[in-house]
Nanobody, 112 residues
Framework: QVQLVESGGGLVQAGGSLRLSCVASGILFSINDINWYRQAPGKQRELVATITSGFTTNYADSVKGRFTISRVNAAKTVYLRMNSLKPEDTAVYYC??????WGQGTQVTVSS
């Protein structure tokens, strides 16, 4: 069974940085595209960043230039490096593999 476990969230001041990690198991990791989503209170879940099996990356306009997604296939891990954090980045961040695989989420809170 597929498991995705996120970590690395926390409380940080505006302008600070965090690195989220997502470790996968139960799936052939290297052939899958991986997404990071986030959901703020009262808002819909939104796609933040994608890294394809070929290492192509895409970002939401709101995070371009500040967030970097990367992956290490040998470790079945995907990362989201978040710099210059803003209060509006506050949300629960989820790792996703298409076809319905989600982690439990990790909370990121950015104070002003």
């Amino acid at each position: 069974q597929v498991q995705l476990v996120e970590s690395g969230g926390g409380l940080v001041q505006a302008g600070g940085s965090l690195r989220l990690s997502c470790v996968a198991s139960g799936i052939l990791f290297s052939i899958n595209d991986i997404n990071w989503y986030r959901q703020a209170p009262g808002k819909q879940r939104e796609l933040v960043a994608t890294i394809t099996s070929g290492f192509t990356t895409n970002y939401a306009d709101s995070v371009k230039g500040r967030f970097t997604i990367s992956r290490v296939n040998a470790a079945k891990t995907v990362y989201l490096r978040m710099n210059s954090l803003k209060p509006e980045d506050t949300a629960v961040y989820y790792c996703n593999i298409p076809r319905g695989h989600w982690g439990q989420g990790t909370q990121v809170t950015v104070s002003s």
